[in-house]
């Protein structure tokens, strides 16, 4: 690691009502004993001083036995979302818990196909291009045959120009770049900015919520500059939102190593 000190923040406040399991995504089984949380917690280790999780009311007082002895050691930490309105209010409501590093680090609860990999570059991209009184964006991004969101990235200016969502009615182009559930970003004015974006946001046609990704491109309109990281395997782009998904992180781990 750098001498930038990286929180990972995770929400994880949903439910994964698509699911039927009545239990937060994060807590999700792989495997005997491997959790998605194990899995997460496992190959950020490297990467970051400290890890914070958002959750949900009914959801924290089981993860909180399931991550015990983190949280005893100080490792982790947890607050709740009252009410699910969306990533940015769960990654902005959590701010207490990571203004105190330079970067935030923030992975969505049902990443578990990620790898360890490209959580490391990812940091290590983030600690060349930026510095605590530049702070930067880095985004790993993957071709998806049918992405469920798409960026456009011009890396000639470094600048992020849109992002469309399937999920507020956005047509996705095939082939375009999607994410892999995975953000970082300067800490110094970031609450501001989000605060300057919440002012003028306007909320999702079909959802109605504010969302997170809009505020990315918000950023780089603001002049910060936006690093993107390529990935190669356009697995790490699964996160687990239908049975189906489960299915395939269980089997995917079984093939990896990490």
Request: proline share 8%.
């Amino acid at each position: 690691m750098s001498d930038l000190r990286t929180c990972a923040v995770i929400p994880a406040a949903g439910q994964g009502s698509r699911l039927g399991t009545g239990i937060p995504k994060i807590m999700l089984e792989i495997a005997d004993g491997v959790t998605v949380w194990s899995l997460l917690l496992r190959r950020l280790r490297p990467w970051v001083e400290h890890i914070h999780v958002v959750l949900s009311p009914s959801g924290e007082g089981p993860f909180r036995r399931l991550a015990a002895e983190e949280i005893a050691r100080g490792q982790v930490t947890v607050s709740v979302q009252a009410t699910p309105t969306g990533m940015g209010d769960a990654v902005f409501g959590a701010a207490p818990y990571w203004l105190g590093y330079d970067a935030i680090l923030v992975v969505w609860g049902d990443q578990a196909n990620v790898s360890t990999a490209t959580l490391g570059r990812v940091v290590r991209a983030h600690a060349r291009t930026a510095s605590p009184d530049r702070p930067g964006l880095v985004l790993p991004l993957v071709p998806l045959p049918d992405p469920y969101v798409e960026y456009e990235y011009d890396a000639a200016t470094s600048r992020l120009l849109r992002v469309r969502m399937s999920r507020e009615g956005d047509r996705c182009r095939p082939g375009g770049l999607g994410d892999v559930g995975v953000f970082c970003l300067g800490t110094r004015e970031l609450t501001e900015a989000w605060n300057r974006f919440l002012a003028d946001a306007v909320p999702g046609a079909v959802t109605g919520e504010i969302n997170f990704l809009p505020f990315l491109t918000c950023l780089s309109r603001q002049g910060r500059p936006v690093t993107a990281v390529p990935v190669g395997d356009p697995d790490e782009a699964r996160g687990i939102n239908t049975p189906a998904d489960l299915e395939f992180a269980r089997t995917a781990y079984l093939r990896r190593a990490d």
